[in-house]
Structures are given as structure tokens and as C-alpha cells.
């Protein structure tokens, strides 16, 4: 058999379907462009893991052995920092796991899943890989959700509903009433706390009371964990288990489960790093907003979203096309999207000060030069 009759053997929806659009890797961007980078475009943590998490990686004993499927120890760890039962909690392979997992319980092909664009580029590509019908209900003004919107779409072929709070790329929350209206329509609703610790608010309180409701967390933004891929669901007791039932027997390596483990060991350090990006955004927000062609948006997360203003005669390509590639040449990595009603934006990570000087001195350079 040739290739072309192997490529008739595929699913037709995964062979025509749109990859997801990761970050590249430090390493490889800074061989291509020959110089240190800033990178400003994961929102990952600048100030790493916790000593504690390294110096645990440095000294465990048991990389050749498996790790324990049930992973006891980290939903051990994790109910005394969550204050919910080991029984409602899962953990995977960072949240992306988990919410390819929820997909998986909930969704048959065909089945529709509701989407809130802008928002997190990982439910349409789950929802595609699963074989489910993604619905767009976009966000509203200054990207609040349009719950109005949203009730609306449900239909009797709806499955689960995404939220983002705080939301990427836009880093606004979800309130708690907007949440509880999104349950009573009966469907699953999964909101993704990625970036918790940065904020102010978490809808974590309503699931006792709400079967439908699933939180996803992750340790790869505050606790600085991300190449290590562990987050975790907090979700009643008999989901938790048929999440259990239907993961991959192994999907937390050990190393991440013992980095975790060790980072729940070492929450003061962490929060205080939490607290210093927090205090960058605010600066990057406060000095951003003197610029008359930047408008950033509010965000309690680790990152801002910055509308662009147009030049006059500047050509088809945006303007925040043209300062993110600016800024790249100058080593300096922003995320500038494709996507309908982000072409205009850029989405900023808090990092170190002396990154957010730099940034700031390089985009006054660009927008200049442009």
C-alpha cells in the first residue's frame, strides 16, 4: 500500500483539521536568531520552580519506576491545599490532559461543545481531535462573556461549555452568578483556572453543590512547572473516578508528581513570586496605557492583552503584526494571533523588570521605525 491509501484510511476531520499553534522552544529561537531571548509570549514563570521542587528532581530515587496510577500522593497533597477530598481530584498530564479527558466522558462525535473566542486555543483543537462539533459563541464587548449568547446555542445536542477565568488570551474572570446561570441549563461546565493564583476569584466553591460543574487547574504557570505538565481537576466524587477509569494508567510522570508535591511544600515562596508578576503586569499595564497607540486590557492573570492602533498608509499587514516581528529581531517574544478579532492585538507575560524596561524601550523603537 502507497501513502495515498494509508491517507485514505484516516479520520477525514483529523487529516483536514488545523494543528493547535504552540510557542517555540527558548533553545531553538535563540539559535535562530543568534541572541539571548526575552520571552514574553508563554506566560511562564521567570522565576522558575521552587528551590525545594529542584532540589527534589536533583535527589529522587525511583525515575526507572512507574509512577502510581491513582496518584495518591499528589491528590493527597492536593486536598490540603484545596480543601476538596481526594475523591474529587484528578490529576493529568497538565491541564490539556484533562480537558481531552472531559471531552472524552462527555462527547460523542457529532456532539456539540460551546466555545467562547477569543479563549484558549486547546478546546477547538480538543474538540476536533475528539470528533465533537465546536460552537463559537463570541464574547461581547471588551470580551465579556455573552451569556445571553450562550444560553441561546444550547441545543439538545450540547454536551459541556469552556469558560477560561481568567480568561487567555484576554485575562478577564467569569462571575460566580454567570457561572451557576450556565449550570442550570443542565449541560457540563468546565471552567479552566489556569491561571488562578494570579487572580482574584474562583468558582472552585460551587461544586459540591453542582455535579456539573468541573474546575481545571494547572502548576505550569505559578508554580513555574511547565515543562513538567501536571494540573489537576477538582470535580465530584463519581466524575473524578470515571476520569480515573478512563486516563492514561501513567499520564503524571514521576518527576512531575514529585516537583508538584514538593511545590505544595513550598506555597509561601511560590506566592511571592505570584506577587512580583502581579506587580510587573500592573506596571506594564500602567505604563502601556501612556502610549496613545496601546490599549491594554485589564487582566488577573499573568499577561496582558493590547490592542494596536493602525497607521495611516502602513500597508495590509497590522500594526501588531509588524511590532511583534519588530520585537523579534530585537530577541524580544510577544504573541501576536491570526484568529478573527485578535489580528489587531498582542498579548504580553509579565516577566522580570529589567524585561519589562526592555520591552518597553523596543516597542517605542518599533512603532517608530514602522
Not at 464574547?139 to 477565568?165: N, Q
Not at 512547572?225 to 486516563?247: D, F, N, P, Q, T
Not at 500594526?319 to 517574544?333: F, N
Request: proline share 6%.
Amino acid at each position: 500500500m502507497d501513502i495515498d491509501g494509508v491517507e485514505k484510511l484516516m479520520r477525514p476531520g483529523l487529516a483536514a483539521m488545523r494543528g493547535y499553534d504552540p510557542v517555540e522552544p527558548i533553545d531553538v529561537l535563540e539559535r535562530e536568531l543568534g541572541r539571548r531571548i526575552i520571552k514574553l509570549d508563554g506566560n511562564e514563570n521567570p522565576y522558575l520552580s521552587s528551590p525545594r521542587a529542584r532540589e527534589v528532581l536533583a535527589r529522587f530515587p525511583y525515575y526507572h519506576i512507574y509512577p502510581d496510577p491513582l496518584q495518591r500522593n499528589l491528590r493527597q497533597a492536593l486536598s490540603g491545599y484545596t480543601g476538596f477530598p481526594e475523591e474529587s481530584i484528578v490529576c493529568g498530564n497538565g491541564s490539556d490532559d484533562l480537558i481531552d479527558l472531559v471531552l472524552r466522558l462527555f462527547v460523542r462525535p457529532g456532539e456539540e461543545v460551546l466555545n467562547c473566542p477569543p479563549t484558549f486555543g486547546m478546546y477547538p483543537f480538543t474538540v476536533s481531535v475528539c470528533g465533537g462539533t465546536l460552537v463559537d459563541v463570541p464574547r461581547v464587548a471588551d470580551f465579556d462573556l455573552d451569556i445571553d449568547g450562550l444560553r441561546s446555542a444550547v441545543t439538545e445536542r450540547t454536551r459541556v461549555i469552556f469558560i477560561a477565568s481568567p480568561n487567555n488570551p484576554t485575562g478577564g474572570t467569569v462571575t460566580r452568578n454567570e457561572v451557576l446561570e450556565l449550570l442550570r441549563a443542565g449541560h457540563v461546565v468546565a471552567v479552566d483556572e489556569a491561571y488562578y493564583e494570579f487572580g482574584e476569584s474562583s468558582v472552585a466553591a460551587l461544586v459540591p453543590d453542582n455535579p456539573n460543574l468541573i474546575v481545571l487547574r494547572t502548576f505550569s504557570k505559578w508554580a513555574g512547572l511547565a515543562g513538567l505538565r501536571v494540573g489537576y481537576a477538582l470535580c465530584h466524587e463519581r466524575i473524578a473516578a470515571y476520569l480515573l477509569k478512563i486516563k492514561q494508567p501513567y499520564n503524571v510522570n514521576v518527576a512531575g508528581e514529585a516537583a508538584a508535591i514538593a511545590s505544595l511544600q513550598d506555597v509561601e515562596y511560590l506566592r511571592g513570586n505570584v506577587e512580583k508578576l502581579k506587580r510587573e503586569r500592573d506596571r506594564l499595564f500602567a505604563q502601556l496605557s501612556q502610549l496613545s497607540w496601546m490599549k491594554p486590557f485589564p487582566s488577573q492573570a499573568n499577561f496582558l492583552l493590547c490592542r494596536v492602533a493602525e497607521k495611516d498608509g502602513a500597508g495590509t499587514t497590522t500594526a501588531a503584526k509588524r511590532l511583534r516581528d519588530g520585537l523579534r529581531k530585537r530577541g524580544i517574544l510577544v504573541r501576536f494571533y491570526e484568529s478573527p478579532g485578535l489580528r489587531d492585538c498582542l498579548r504580553i507575560s509579565a516577566g522580570l523588570p529589567e524585561d519589562t524596561d526592555a520591552l518597553l524601550a523596543a516597542l517605542e523603537e518599533v512603532w517608530n521605525e514602522a
